[in-house]
């Protein structure tokens, strides 16, 4: 048994850190809204006032908040997790967060005495539920290694991409396909509805070939039944395309599709749309198309 601080607990954090607890963890949850805590305690799990009080004898600190700036915060501030962990404690952010500033943050670490990971995820709502997350991490093989029961509780597909901020880098890859690929669905959908398509056999039929994803397989129904519940956040996609067209202008990398898409992402959140699931990227190409 193994006692974690989990720091987060919002769509993603909440189901993960409860089925850290049913796997037979010390579970010590801590969220800017107490009551977030809730289902945590019902699965097993301890809620604690602050994160200090969180933070405070845990073996394993992990974190899934929304944007860097929140991640730096709760790591670096005077009530941070660097100055109340004990030492030797191993970090693992499970956020998105930029690559340069999870492998940063992995330094400041390494200074504090504490040892990080970057652990960012792949699945959506559902994964996180079922446990069956891609996790991409990022690390020293010792640490990875010392987190991978933790993460094979979680996660389905644990796969250590390279140094500190790869898996951040890797997650940024991932984003960059799913935007691109929401886009095109919707447009997709929208060309059908338009041609007076049968669109529940047109949804089965691409999703038994080569347009068969993923996202396909678990927007498609959303986008026609315009339930945009989140789900993931317009607001969390849009920063992270924000992570991907700064990677690749550094690293020189021409994203012209990937800019286009930004853009998307970016009208659907000025329309008022941020709080919506990022299928909602639909709504934005029915706007313009008149629909
Ligand atoms: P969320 O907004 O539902 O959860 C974030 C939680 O962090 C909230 O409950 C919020 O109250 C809490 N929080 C914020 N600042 C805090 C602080 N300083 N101290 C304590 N708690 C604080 O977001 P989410 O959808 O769970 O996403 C979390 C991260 O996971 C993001 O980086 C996102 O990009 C990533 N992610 C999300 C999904 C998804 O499908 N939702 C999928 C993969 C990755």
């Known amino acids: ?65 929304p944007d860097s700036p929140d991640v730096t915060d709760v790591l670096t501030g005077s009530d941070g997790v660097f100055a109340h962990a004990a030492p030797g404690a191993l970090v693992i952010d499970f956020s998105t967060i930029r690559p340069d500033v999870a ?22 709502q559902a994964g996180a539920e079922n446990a069956a997350l891609s996790i991409m991490v990022g690390g020293a093989d010792v640490d990875v290694a010392a987190a991978r029961p933790l993460l094979d509780v979680v996660g389905t597909t644990v796969v250590h991409v390279g140094p500190h901020g790869a898996g951040q880098t890797v997650k940024a890859a991932n984003q960059l396909i799913v935007a691109g690929n929401i886009a095109l669905l919707a447009e997709a959908l ?52 924000g992570i991907v067209m700064s990677a690749a202008r550094e690293a020189g990398v021409a994203t012209p599709v990937g800019g286009l898409v930004a853009q998307l992402v970016g009208a659907t959140r000025a329309a008022g749309d941020g709080g919506l699931d990022h299928s909602a990227l639909h709504r934005t190409i029915a706007r313009l198309s008149g629909r």
Do not use: C, W, Y
Not at 104 to 120: F, K, Q, T, V
């Open 190 to 241: 929208l060309f059908l509805e338009a041609h007076g398509a049968d669109l529940p056999a047109a949804v089965e039929v691409l999703g038994g070939g080569l347009a068969g994803s993923a996202v396909l397989n678990q927007k498609a129904q959303k986008m026609l039944d315009g339930d945009f519940a989140p789900g993931f956040r317009i607001d969390l996609h849009h920063k992270d395309m």
């Open 103 to 124: 492998a940063g943050l992995a330094a400041e670490a390494a200074a504090a005495g504490l040892r990080m990971i970057d652990a960012p995820v792949s699945g959506g």
């Open 1 to 65: 048994m193994t006692t974690i601080a989990f720091v987060g607990l919002g769509i993603m954090g909440s189901p993960m850190a409860q089925h850290l607890a049913r796997a037979g963890h010390d579970v010590v949850g801590f969220d800017a809204t107490p009551e977030k805590a809730k289902p945590l305690i019902d699965a097993g799990g301890r809620a604690a006032d602050s994160g200090p009080q969180a933070v405070r004898g845990a073996e394993v600190v992990a974190l899934m908040l």
